[in-house]
């Protein structure tokens, strides 16, 4: 089975700063890549997805992300962030094409913006 | 556009009382279907899945149980509830190959 990994529980930042939500997941194999945000006692949304092709991926708000296939990383990137993207954000993972019915989620990372 | 519902909103139920969450799905044929519980600063954790009517697989064992009696609700129940049972309930849904989308979701507290 797969397992993901977000190392940050918590990252503060201030607004306008540039910032990365960590990411890795544990198998080599293909695999589908996502990122949800979650805002409070709300439901996941989506922000982007890695299914092929590129490598960099762009979201909505302002949001990439990069897949690196060697380090098994799918890292969360915005260069200037605001107020408004304070919210819980979750790394997930599918089995691809051959394994498309389960998702694995990371334990998530708050993202705490600063005035 | 699919359009995924979850009911209700909010729910406040006595230990040992039964349980009962719908979510139904619009605007697409043949889902998959998924319950998650968030547990109070807590990540995702995946109950049950199905991937047809009466088709369910469980994650955890436990005394929650989820049927699919059409082919786009998913229903979770519970003949009696815990403490350990509130949480946050997440219905989702996804189609081969696909991301997965969410349900606003239920605020489940036993008390």
């Known amino acids: 089975a797969q397992s993901v990994t977000q190392l940050d529980s918590q990252v503060p930042v201030f607004e306008e700063a540039p910032v990365e939500l960590r990411c890795n997941y544990s198998s080599s194999v293909s695999v589908y890549l996502f990122w949800y945000v979650q805002y409070p006692n709300q439901g996941l949304q989506l922000l982007l997805k890695?299914?092929?092709?590129?490598?960099l991926v762009k979201g909505i708000n302002g949001f990439e992300a990069e897949f690196n296939k060697s380090q098994t990383s799918f890292h969360l990137r915005k260069p200037s962030v605001h107020i408004s993207d304070t919210a819980e954000y979750f790394c997930a993972v599918s089995g691809g094409p051959y394994n498309f019915n389960k998702f694995y989620f990371g334990s998530g990372t708050k993202l705490n913006v600063k005035p | 556009s699919q359009t995924i519902h979850q009911w209700p909103a909010t729910l406040v139920q006595p230990v040992g009382s039964p349980l009962s969450l719908e979510c139904t799905v619009e605007?697409?044929?043949?889902?998959?279907l998924y319950w998650y519980r968030q547990a109070a600063g807590r990540g995702l954790q995946l109950l049950f899945y199905s991937v047809g009517i009466g088709q369910i697989s469980s994650e955890v064992p436990q005394n929650l149980s989820a049927s699919r009696p059409q082919d786009r609700q998913f229903i979770l129940s519970s003949k009696k509830l815990l403490l350990s049972d509130s949480g946050f309930y997440l219905c989702?849904?996804?189609?081969?190959?696909?991301?997965?989308?969410f349900g606003p979701g239920t605020r489940l507290t036993v008390t």
């Open positions: 605007g697409t044929s043949n889902p998959n």
């Open positions: 989702a849904w996804s189609v081969l190959g696909g991301e997965q989308y």
């Open positions: 890695y299914l092929s092709g590129s490598t």
